[in-house]
């Protein structure tokens, strides 16, 4: 996909958007494109293949890679949408500084397929949040223009940074079979009762051969990373739900609204209240689209979509 990281970056189109309804033809362009569902369920067409993207799931798709988004009627999804290109003329966005993970990565790692989908291991979804909810107030020119070329390109960065985390584990498969069927376990039923026992049965190893691969591959232990997933879902779903906090406790795996309050202070230094209030997401969800520098075709398609329904 990415056969180098080159010294720039240009974001050409960039949107959240809610969808009832949607279908498109094959069609391609000269930027990266990135879709991450939030909320609902999609698919991408590719000339070989149809993938299935649900709630935490992104696609990344390579320049002049043919795809097409489908949304089934009666199953929206809600996502949020980032095109971009990687050059060596020079931008607004500088990738100078993270050129030596990125650079050894992208030539190390050979990641040479045109469509990558996977699912965000750490905290990419909130990174392309934040740089989308940027870019719609740097848009709307609430702030200045010193201001916005270094936090657009501050944002742009750490999601690069994060997408590269996600992608080096897609590839690298963590270093270890077992790793990643634990994880798989754990992101696919975080809201239930996990324990480490269970897990090791179900992949077919002792508890105690599990906790040492895990820590060896992942830096923290099997029930860390539980409360990590937990705590990830819960930051995703107070920034962007309406959901009691009782409701999102349970959504999230915790056995109680005290053991998550607890938790969640704990790991982030204020209750789930205090940071709904301090760290709420304002991206509109519908019409929130914004085209730069590119075609807004896409743009009158969505509209189009609306009215016809």
Same mark, same amino acid.
């Given at each position: !996909?990415?056969?180098?990281?080159?010294?720039?970056?240009?974001?050409?189109?960039?949107?959240?958007?809610?969808?009832?309804?949607?279908?498109?033809?094959?069609h391609q362009h000269a930027a990266y494109e990135i879709m991450f569902v939030t909320e609902g369920a999609c698919k991408v067409y590719l000339p070989d293949r149809v993938l299935a993207l649900r709630p935490n799931d992104f696609v990344c798709i390579a320049t002049n890679q043919k795809h097409a988004l489908q949304v089934e009627e009666g199953?929206?999804?809600?996502?949020?949408?980032?095109?971009?290109?990687?050059?060596?003329?020079?931008? $607004?966005?500088?990738?100078? =500084?993270?050129?030596?993970?990125?650079?050894?990565? #992208?030539?190390?790692?050979?990641? &040479?397929?045109?469509? +990558?989908? @996977?699912? $965000?291991?750490?905290?990419? *979804?909130?990174?392309?949040? @934040?740089? %989308?909810?940027?870019?719609?107030?740097?848009?709307?020119?609430?702030?200045?223009?010193?201001?916005?070329?270094? @936090? +657009?390109?501050?944002?742009?960065?750490? !999601?690069?940074?994060?997408?590269?985390?996600?992608?080096?584990?897609?590839?690298?498969?963590? *270093?270890?079979?077992? +790793?990643?069927?634990?994880?798989?376990?754990?992101?696919?039923?975080?809201?239930?009762?996990? /324990?480490?026992? =269970?897990?090791?049965?179900? %992949?077919?190893?002792?508890?105690?051969?599990?906790?040492?691969? #895990? #820590?060896?591959?992942?830096?923290?232990?099997?029930?860390?990373?539980?409360?990590?997933?937990?705590?990830?879902?819960?930051? #995703?779903?107070?920034?962007? @739900?309406? /959901?009691?906090?009782?409701?999102?406790?349970?959504? &999230? *795996?915790?056995?109680?609204?005290?053991?998550?309050?607890?938790?969640?202070?704990?790991?982030?230094? /204020?209750?789930?209240?205090?940071?709904?209030?301090?760290?709420?997401?304002?991206? !509109?969800?519908?019409?929130?689209?914004?085209?730069?520098? *590119?075609?807004?075709?896409?743009?009158?398609?969505?509209?189009?979509?609306?009215?016809?329904?």
């Amino acid at each position: !996909m990415f056969g180098r990281l080159d010294n720039y970056a240009k974001i050409t189109a960039f949107y959240s958007i809610a969808l009832d309804y949607f279908d498109m033809d094959l069609h391609q362009h000269a930027a990266y494109e990135i879709m991450f569902v939030t909320e609902g369920a999609c698919k991408v067409y590719l000339p070989d293949r149809v993938l299935a993207l649900r709630p935490n799931d992104f696609v990344c798709i390579a320049t002049n890679q043919k795809h097409a988004l489908q949304v089934e009627e009666g199953s929206p999804c809600t996502l949020l949408n980032l095109e971009f290109i990687l050059q060596n003329q020079p931008t $607004d966005i500088g990738l100078e =500084d993270i050129q030596s993970v990125a650079k050894t990565f #992208f030539s190390e790692q050979a990641v &040479s397929s045109p469509c +990558v989908i @996977s699912k $965000d291991i750490r905290h990419f *979804g909130q990174a392309l949040t @934040s740089l %989308i909810q940027l870019l719609i107030l740097t848009n709307s020119q609430t702030m200045n223009k010193e201001e916005n070329q270094f @936090s +657009v390109a501050l944002q742009f960065k750490r !999601m690069m940074m994060e997408l590269i985390v996600c992608l080096r584990a897609k590839n690298s498969a963590l *270093g270890n079979k077992y +790793v990643n069927q634990a994880i798989a376990i754990i992101q696919a039923q975080y809201d239930q009762s996990l /324990l480490v026992r =269970d897990i090791a049965t179900a %992949i077919g190893i002792t508890p105690a051969y599990l906790h040492q691969l #895990f #820590f060896a591959q992942m830096g923290i232990s099997v029930g860390q990373f539980i409360t990590e997933e937990r705590l990830k879902q819960a930051v #995703f779903l107070l920034a962007n @739900s309406q /959901l009691p906090i009782i409701e999102i406790a349970i959504q &999230s *795996g915790f056995n109680s609204r005290q053991h998550f309050s607890n938790t969640f202070k704990k790991k982030k230094g /204020l209750t789930p209240k205090a940071y709904r209030q301090l760290y709420r997401q304002e991206i !509109m969800r519908e019409d929130g689209q914004h085209i730069v520098d *590119g075609d807004a075709g896409f743009s009158v398609m969505v509209k189009k979509t609306y009215q016809e329904r």
